[in-house]
Nanobody, 114 residues
Framework: QVQLVESGGALAQPGGSLKLSCATS????????MDWARQAPGKEREWIAT????????SYADSVSGRFTISRDNAKNMLYLQMDNLTLRDTAIYYC???????RGRGTQVTVSS
């Protein structure tokens, strides 16, 4: 059974930082590219970052490029998202997914507010 469990979401101030984690199980983590996506209230889910299988290639949405960093630890089956210089627009529920597979966990809430 595939499991994706996001954590690390919290209330943060504009300009602050958070690091999200995604614990995975039930599949060969190192065989998949992985995504982070987010969904803000009243909006469609937005892709924000992808990391390839061995972590050597990453890509980012323009909205987070230069501020967020996706990484992974294949030995631990873990996916991460370092979020720096947060803005109010980053408020959303954040999800991790296998690239191209519409199957997600419950997500973790990030709220950016002063």
């Amino acid at each position: 059974q595939v499991q994706l469990v996001e954590s690390g979401g919290a209330l943060a101030q504009p300009g602050g930082s958070l690091k999200l984690s995604c614990a995975t199980s039930g599949f060969d983590f190192s065989a998949y590219a992985m995504d982070w996506a987010r969904q803000a209230p009243g909006k469609e889910r937005e892709w924000i970052a992808t990391i390839w299988h061995q972590g050597t290639i990453t890509s980012y949405a323009d909205s987070v490029s230069g501020r967020f960093t996706i990484s992974r630890d294949n030995a631990k089956n873990m996916l991460y998202l370092q979020m720096d210089n947060l803005t109010l627009r980053d408020t959303a529920i954040y999800y991790c997914l296998r690239t191209g597979i519409n199957e997600r966990g419950r997500g973790t809430q990030v709220t950016v507010s002063s």
